[in-house]
C-alpha cells in the first residue's frame, strides 16, 4: 500500500498546472491547517501559552506571482467544511471586527449557548482590510492582541463602551504588492509591534505561464482528501507534547538563532527576532498536524518549520526596510528588483523603464548607492554600461 500523502503534499499537489508558486502553495496550506486548529490546541511554556493561528502575508508583485489565486483556492476549501470556520473577508472596522470575532455557537437551541471569540481573516489585499487610517482607529492593537490568543480581551467602542472578548483567536492570510506594502503598515506597527506578529513570504519567481486551467477528476480526488483530513483536524484538542529530541532541538536552535542573527541589531526586526521562537512551535504544531494528522510535535516537525521559516526570513529586511523608507528608498528598491530579474541590464534601458518615476541625475544616485552598497556590479561594454545584481 503507498504511503499516504501528508496535508501539505496534497495541497500542493492541488496547485499543480497552475500559476500558483510553490512557496505560497505551502504558505497558504499552512493557514487552512492553522484555521481549522484555531485555539483547541497549544503549548504550554510556563509563564505564556502558545496557540497555533498565524498572520501569513504572501508578498509579490502584481499579477505574475498569483496572491490573490493561491488564496482564493484555499478559501474555497474552507467555505466548504462544515461545521463552518469564523471567516472575515470584508472591509472592516475595528467594532464590526469585534462583533464578527464574538459568534454564539450552539448545535441544540435546549443547551446553554456559547460565544466563540474564534475568526479568521482573509484578504487577497491586505490594504482593503488593514492600512494606516484602519490602524489609528484601533485595528492595529486588536490584531496585536488577537495573535496572542489572550483570555481576556477588552476594548474600548465608541458607541457601546467596553467589549470584552474572552478566550479570543484570530488568524490572517492576506495578500499585497511590495508597493502597496508600505501603504498597509504605519510608523507603529513595525519593531516590536504589529510586524513582528506576522510572516511576510516573498516571491520574485514567476511560475510558468498557464494559459488553461481545468478541474480534473484527480484534483477533485485530492480536494474530498484535503476536506477530510480538515474536518478531522477541526476535532482536535488538548495541549501539544513535545518528545524530548524535539525539545533539545528546539532549545539548540532558539540559542543558534539569539546567538548568531543579525535581526536583533535592526529595529525593524528586533521585535520579530524575540518572537522568532513562538511562531517556529506554532508552525511545528502545523507540520505535526499535517504529517501525522496528531498534535504532539517530534524533531522533524521543528525541523521542517525552521527550513521554511529561514527561508522566508531571507526577504524580510527588504520588505521591513521597504515599509520604513522614503520614496527615494522605494524607487532605489524598484530599480534593483529590474537589474535582479534581467540578470544583466543597460544603463539606457533601465533609465527608460524608470523615468517616469525619477530624474536621470537621481537615477545616477541610486545606482551609485546600490554600487556601493556591495547589491549590483556596473560593467562598460558596446559604448553603454551594464548593471548585475551581486
Known amino acids: 500500500m503507498p504511503e499516504e500523502k501528508s496535508f501539505l503534499e496534497e495541497y500542493s499537489k492541488l496547485n499543480n498546472n497552475t500559476e500558483i508558486p510553490g512557496i505560497f502553495a505551502v504558505w497558504c496550506g499552512l493557514a487552512g491547517l492553522s484555521c481549522a486548529m484555531a485555539r483547541r490546541c497549544w503549548i504550554d511554556m510556563g509563564i505564556y501559552t502558545i496557540f497555533p493561528n498565524m498572520y501569513i502575508v504572501l508578498v509579490a508583485s502584481s499579477g505574475r506571482c498569483r496572491k490573490s489565486v493561491s488564496i482564493s483556492v484555499m478559501e474555497n476549501l474552507l467555505r466548504q467544511l462544515e461545521p463552518s470556520p469564523n471567516l472575515i473577508s470584508q472591509k472592516i472596522t475595528p467594532e464590526a471586527l469585534i462583533d464578527a470575532i464574538k459568534v454564539v455557537q450552539t448545535n441544540d437551541d435546549k443547551v446553554?449557548?456559547?460565544?466563540?471569540?474564534?475568526?479568521?481573516?482573509?484578504?487577497?489585499?491586505?490594504?482593503?482590510?488593514?492600512?494606516?487610517?484602519?490602524?489609528?482607529?484601533?485595528?492595529?492593537?486588536?490584531?496585536?492582541?488577537?495573535?496572542?490568543?489572550?483570555?481576556?480581551?477588552?476594548?474600548?467602542?465608541?458607541?457601546?463602551?467596553?467589549?470584552?472578548?474572552?478566550?479570543?483567536?484570530?488568524?490572517?492570510?492576506?495578500?499585497?504588492?511590495?508597493?502597496?506594502?508600505?501603504?498597509?503598515?504605519?510608523?507603529?506597527?513595525?519593531?516590536?509591534?504589529?510586524?513582528?506578529?506576522?510572516?511576510?513570504?516573498?516571491?520574485?519567481?514567476?511560475?510558468?505561464?498557464?494559459?488553461?486551467?481545468?478541474?480534473?477528476?484527480?484534483?477533485?480526488?485530492?480536494?474530498?482528501?484535503?476536506?477530510?483530513?480538515?474536518?478531522?483536524?477541526?476535532?482536535?484538542?488538548?495541549?501539544?507534547?513535545?518528545?524530548?529530541?524535539?525539545?533539545?532541538?528546539?532549545?539548540?536552535?532558539?540559542?543558534?538563532?539569539?546567538?548568531?542573527?543579525?535581526?536583533?541589531?535592526?529595529?525593524?526586526?528586533a521585535g520579530y527576532a524575540s518572537r522568532r521562537h513562538v511562531h517556529l512551535l506554532k508552525l511545528a504544531m502545523l507540520f505535526a498536524v499535517s504529517n501525522r494528522m496528531e498534535i504532539n510535535v517530534i524533531k522533524t516537525d521543528i525541523e521542517s518549520a525552521d527550513r521554511i521559516l529561514t527561508l522566508s526570513e531571507k526577504a524580510m529586511p527588504m520588505l521591513l526596510n521597504i515599509i520604513t523608507s522614503n520614496e527615494t528608498g522605494l524607487v532605489t528598491q524598484e530599480v534593483y528588483e529590474y537589474i535582479k530579474k534581467a540578470s544583466c541590464i543597460s544603463r539606457k534601458t533601465l533609465l527608460a523603464k524608470i523615468s517616469h518615476k525619477t530624474d536621470a541625475r537621481n537615477f545616477s544616485y541610486i545606482c551609485d548607492t546600490l554600487i556601493q552598497s556591495g547589491r549590483i556590479v556596473s560593467i562598460f561594454k558596446d559604448k553603454d554600461i551594464y548593471y548585475s545584481p551581486i
Open 112 to 269: 446553554f449557548l456559547k460565544e466563540s471569540c474564534v475568526g479568521f481573516v482573509i484578504a487577497d489585499e491586505i490594504n482593503t482590510f488593514l492600512n494606516k487610517k484602519t490602524y489609528e482607529a484601533g485595528l492595529g492593537s486588536i490584531l496585536t492582541s488577537m495573535f496572542d490568543c489572550k483570555s481576556h480581551f477588552s476594548y474600548h467602542t465608541k458607541g457601546r463602551g467596553i467589549e470584552v472578548l474572552n478566550d479570543s483567536c484570530l488568524g490572517l492570510l492576506a495578500g499585497t504588492t511590495v508597493e502597496w506594502l508600505k501603504a498597509a503598515m504605519p510608523d507603529e506597527a513595525i519593531g516590536g509591534g504589529l510586524t513582528s506578529r506576522i510572516v511576510f513570504v516573498y516571491c520574485a519567481t514567476e511560475a510558468k505561464p498557464v494559459a488553461i486551467t481545468r478541474r480534473s477528476k484527480e484534483q477533485g480526488e485530492i480536494e474530498e482528501s484535503l476536506l477530510k483530513k480538515l474536518k478531522k483536524i477541526m476535532t482536535l484538542e488538548g495541549e501539544v507534547k513535545l518528545t524530548q529530541d524535539a525539545w533539545d532541538y528546539y532549545e539548540q536552535n532558539y540559542n543558534k538563532f539569539y546567538k548568531e542573527t543579525t535581526f536583533y541589531d535592526m529595529p525593524t526586526l
